[in-house]
């Protein structure tokens, strides 16, 4: 244990402290109702485009749907943005660390309706 804020420098490059604190301020953003956390979706950038992000991201609303939860996503890179709000989810705030170098958009998504 005393050896975590040591690790944590070298890893972060002696930015522990601004690090810690971004993590806090997520941390805040974060909504306390129940609620499913997608939290990593990812596409290789050859086949970007091609709807694999959305089919992957499709199947999972189903499931999330089928139970009448809303959804939480974080995105990293502001061009994803438009992509989850393709897919129903709203952008509820912008997290940034204290230097501006790292901004995270917090997103939230209500339970839709299944269709008969």
Same mark, same amino acid.
Do not use: I
């Given at each position: 244990?005393?050896?975590?804020?040591?690790?944590? @420098?070298?890893?972060?490059?002696?930015?522990?402290? +601004?690090?810690?604190?971004?993590?806090? @301020?997520?941390?805040? +953003?974060?909504?306390? /109702?129940?609620?499913?956390?997608?939290?990593?979706?990812?596409?290789?950038?050859?086949? /970007?485009?091609?709807? $694999?992000?959305? +089919?992957?991201?499709?199947?999972?609303?189903?499931? $999330?749907?089928?139970?009448?939860?809303? +959804?939480?996503?974080?995105?990293?890179?502001? /061009?994803?943005?438009?992509?989850?709000?393709?897919?129903?989810?709203?952008?509820?705030?912008?997290?940034?660390?204290? @230097?501006?170098? $790292?901004?995270?958009?917090?997103?939230?998504?209500?339970?839709?309706?299944?269709?008969?």
């Amino acid at each position: 244990m005393r050896l975590a804020p040591v690790l944590a @420098d070298v890893v972060l490059g002696g930015r522990a402290s +601004a690090s810690f604190r971004l993590l806090a @301020d997520v941390e805040r +953003a974060r909504p306390t /109702q129940e609620h499913w956390y997608l939290a990593t979706l990812g596409t290789d950038p050859p086949v /970007q485009g091609r709807g $694999v992000g959305s +089919a992957l991201l499709r199947s999972m609303l189903k499931v $999330v749907d089928d139970e009448g939860m809303p +959804a939480y996503v974080e995105s990293s890179k502001r /061009q994803n943005v438009p992509f989850y709000m393709r897919h129903g989810f709203e952008v509820t705030g912008v997290v940034r660390s204290v @230097d501006g170098v $790292v901004s995270l958009w917090p997103m939230w998504r209500s339970p839709r309706r299944l269709e008969c």
